[in-house]
């Protein structure tokens, strides 16, 4: 059973370029969710999805950051307009449906590194 | 926002030793889970507890979710050098399919 996988593993955007972080979770699972990892920190939520819909995107920022899930395909984490701040690991993870159950694990990939020049 | 204070910051160890980390917060959690990140990786859960008082193991590892639901420990007995990594505490503030909230780690090192 394959874990979560994300691609690219690395990218290089320009100030002002667009970024595109590709998820695809586990075989089964159909929540995912993206973090991203600034150096020497922990891990911060941005947003979580379901196939075809937005859950929580409480952590994303208001503006440039867009996610979304579609019936078909990986979910996308899209960047526009990048700045240097941006530059980051971006992790997704992905948990089963456990409809009626407060147990929630989540499995990572292992993570995109945008780096912004 | 909600914050888990982990500590120690980072650890030095002899292989063989115990070792021993905590996250504190001063919110209630549903639950609390233990992963360990590789350099250039993603986080690899280890254990994942449910219940308040709940002690739970994975080999040389052990995790215990606290009486109060506000704290968690993770201990690892006879350290050897590949459980050399940062390890890092995260938590759930309700039901499932919410957020983690992650502490900012705990670096070990393993000398042999």
């Known amino acids: 059973n394959a874990g979560v996988m994300q691609n690219p593993r690395h990218l290089v955007r320009r100030r002002g370029q667009e970024a595109r972080l590709r998820c695809s979770p586990m075989?089964?699972?159909?929540?995912v969710y993206w973090y991203r990892q600034l150096p020497e920190e922990g891990l911060k939520f941005m947003v979580y999805?379901?196939?075809?819909?937005?859950?929580?995107e409480s952590g994303m920022p208001k503006e440039r950051f867009s996610a979304e899930f579609p019936k078909e395909g990986p979910s996308i984490l899209r960047i526009q307009q990048v700045v240097r701040g941006d530059s980051a690991a971006y992790f997704c993870?992905?948990?089963?449906?456990?409809?009626?159950?407060?147990?929630?694990?989540?499995?990572f990939g292992p993570g995109t590194r945008l780096t912004v020049l | 926002g909600q914050q888990l204070n982990q500590s120690p910051q980072s650890m030095f160890i002899q292989e063989g030793e115990d070792v021993s980390m905590n996250c504190t917060s001063s919110s209630i959690f549903n639950t609390w889970l233990w992963y360990k990140q590789d350099p250039g990786e993603g986080p690899v859960l280890l254990i994942a507890?449910?219940?308040?008082?709940e002690l739970t193991s994975n080999g040389r590892l052990t995790a215990q979710f606290g009486i109060t639901r506000k704290d968690s420990f993770l201990n690892i007995s006879a350290s050897i050098p590949s459980d050399v990594g940062i390890y890092f505490c995260a938590g759930q503030l309700r039901q499932a399919g919410t957020a983690l909230i992650f502490g900012k780690g705990t670096t070990l090192s393993v000398s042999s």
């Open positions: 075989k089964g699972h159909s929540h």
């Open positions: 999805l379901q196939k075809e819909n937005i859950i929580d």
């Open positions: 993870a992905s948990s089963p449906p456990k409809p009626g159950t407060g147990y929630n694990e989540q499995f």
């Open positions: 507890l449910y219940k308040a008082g």
